[in-house]
């Protein structure tokens, strides 16, 4: 691609006023940052390099201000110089205070929720390479001739936007990025862009390949995107503005490429994988009040995927890659019911990393669709409690293509061949199945590749899923009642009532917090207390 050269506009997305450190411990319990840490050893982020690329806040619409200020200032976030590379149009530096930029608020606030310590996600990265960010876009993701270097960092964090950009502007911008991610596996998080600026979703926000992140309960835009109605953002976690938001994410990712390539997830090349780490992180996220989708439109138009949980996320990670059962080809556009076979996936939470072909046929064959498929027995051994499901599924936009092969999604009963749910988008390289209510059976989860609108007879993918049936203990323990129910999946509160005339009226009140031991939540609980009706809630 020769991407043109341009005055880069640039808008850094500030919140009005920073966390505090309570603020922050506050959220890393939120995305299950806490929890991690409780059950896991020593993920930190070791061992990953990444970039922050900044904004210059003296720089903004274009307009010079007086000040060069876009980098991280080591002493702001407790971590020393030595971690530190900063680069921009006027050069490299390994010191600071340099004569390549100024420090700014903005990037110290970003950097304390990445991998400050002490409130960090990944506060043991190996290398971080700050740029400023018009350097960065002109010089690496849209240099002239079209050469981008490799810049040797597994992720970038972009806590800024173009702000609204025209139709071609944006998809300009969007291949940039996604070939750049393609060619070096380069994962990018980057802020979906604030409502205060733009209603909608932002470059570089908007680009197949990134993880695009939105603020929960905050100052945050929605989808979908301007060019095709993509869905953008993937995915949420608090932190007030975009900017701070977006940084959890990217701490999040590191984290697990730290478990992918210590073998946390048993096979470390497909584990680390961008597209690996970007569907767990969206299948281990909570749906949110109000989270909805549809078919055609895999992911909420506000929260994406729901709220980050790299707890969840890891644990799917730990449940190892699991191949498809079959591949088998059907006439394109035909019926692609379970096939019967015999084979099951052997866990009911983890992962896979495949490929898929179809076949775009000629004078003498017919085109055929592609299908692998996934067989599971969904069961506990209760035959009345009911599962969810939550499957997501992630490829990227090949180099130099307008384009995407089209993949989907199907969940089928193999007791009746039925359908149970669909993920179809056209448009989107996300494909996303939410159930909450499952049934107990043999399921076939299938990825179909369809011949047509084919970049390729073959894709690159990467699957995650997670079924799961949550179990409530109830235990006498001299006078009291003893709650206790498993860590994973995270996001599960205690709730009592008095009674259960409708509307039943739920409530928290007069339960004591929950303490974690052997990988179970336990509360302990006054027999005296006026509630006798218990349950789990997830948001």
């Not at 556009?333 to 009911?348: E, R």
């Amino acid at each position: 691609m020769n991407a043109p050269r341009r005055q880069t506009i640039l808008l850094f997305l500030a919140a009005a006023v920073f966390l505090g450190q309570a603020a922050r411990a506050q959220n890393l319990g939120q995305i299950g940052v806490t929890l991690l840490r409780v059950e896991t050893t020593n993920l930190n982020g070791s061992g990953i390099r990444i970039a922050q690329v900044e904004a210059n806040n003296g720089d903004t619409n274009g307009i010079f201000h007086g000040t060069n200020s876009w980098e991280v200032n080591p002493a702001a976030v407790g971590q020393p110089l030595a971690l530190f590379t900063y680069t921009s149009g006027l050069g490299t530096s390994t010191s600071f205070t340099n004569g390549v930029g100024d420090e700014s608020g903005h990037a110290d606030a970003v950097a304390r929720n990445f991998y400050g310590i002490p409130s960090g996600v990944a506060t043991n990265v190996a290398h971080v390479d700050n740029f400023e960010a018009n350097y960065f876009i002109n010089s690496v993701i849209e240099p002239t001739p079209y050469l981008p270097p490799d810049i040797g960092d597994a992720m970038v964090n972009q806590s800024f936007t173009f702000g609204p950009l025209s139709t071609n502007d944006q998809e300009t911008v969007d291949s940039a990025y996604d070939n750049y991610a393609d060619t070096y596996q380069t994962l990018f998080i980057s802020a979906a862009c604030n409502a205060s600026i733009s209603p909608r979703v932002c470059a570089p926000g908007t680009a197949y390949n990134c993880i695009s992140v939105g603020a929960y309960g905050g100052d945050s835009s929605v989808g979908p995107t301007l060019d095709n109605g993509r869905c953008k953002p993937d995915i949420v976690a608090p932190g007030g503005a975009t900017s701070f938001s977006t940084p959890y994410v990217a701490g999040a990712a590191a984290l697990l490429m730290q478990a992918a390539l210590r073998g946390d997830g048993g096979n470390t090349n497909s584990a680390v994988d961008i597209r690996t780490v970007k569907a767990l992180l969206l299948n281990g996220a909570i749906k949110p009040a109000g989270w909805t989708n549809s078919n055609s439109s895999p992911l909420d138009a506000r929260y994406g995927a729901g709220v980050l949980n790299v707890f969840n996320s890891y644990e799917q990670l730990a449940g190892g890659k699991q191949g498809y059962i079959v591949s088998a080809a059907v006439s394109s556009g035909g019926a692609h019911p379970p096939t019967g076979d015999s084979g099951t996936v052997g866990v009911l939470n983890g992962w896979d990393f495949n490929s898929i072909s179809s076949t775009s046929g000629g004078i003498l064959s017919s085109a055929t669709d592609g299908v692998n498929h996934y067989y599971f027995n969904v069961t506990n051994g209760s035959g009345s409690a009911a599962f969810t499901l939550t499957a997501t599924l992630v490829w990227n936009r090949q180099q130099n293509q307008t384009g995407i092969n089209n993949l989907d999604l199907f969940l089928y009963d193999c007791a009746n061949s039925n359908l149970v749910a669909c993920s179809t988008s056209r448009v989107d390289n996300v494909e996303h199945i939410f159930l909450p209510k499952l049934a107990q059976g043999r399921y076939d989860l299938q990825i179909l590749k369809s011949a047509g609108n084919s970049v390729s007879d073959a894709e690159t993918y990467a699957l995650a899923f997670e079924f799961f049936s949550e179990p409530l203990q109830i235990a006498q323990v001299e006078t009291n009642a003893a709650f206790s129910w498993p860590v994973y999946p995270a996001g599960f509160t205690l709730e009592s009532a008095t009674n259960l005339a409708s509307p039943a009226v739920w409530t928290t009140n007069n339960i004591p917090p929950l303490v974690v031991t052997n990988s179970q939540n336990y509360i302990l609980l006054n027999a005296t207390n006026a509630n006798r009706f218990f349950r789990l809630r997830r948001p």
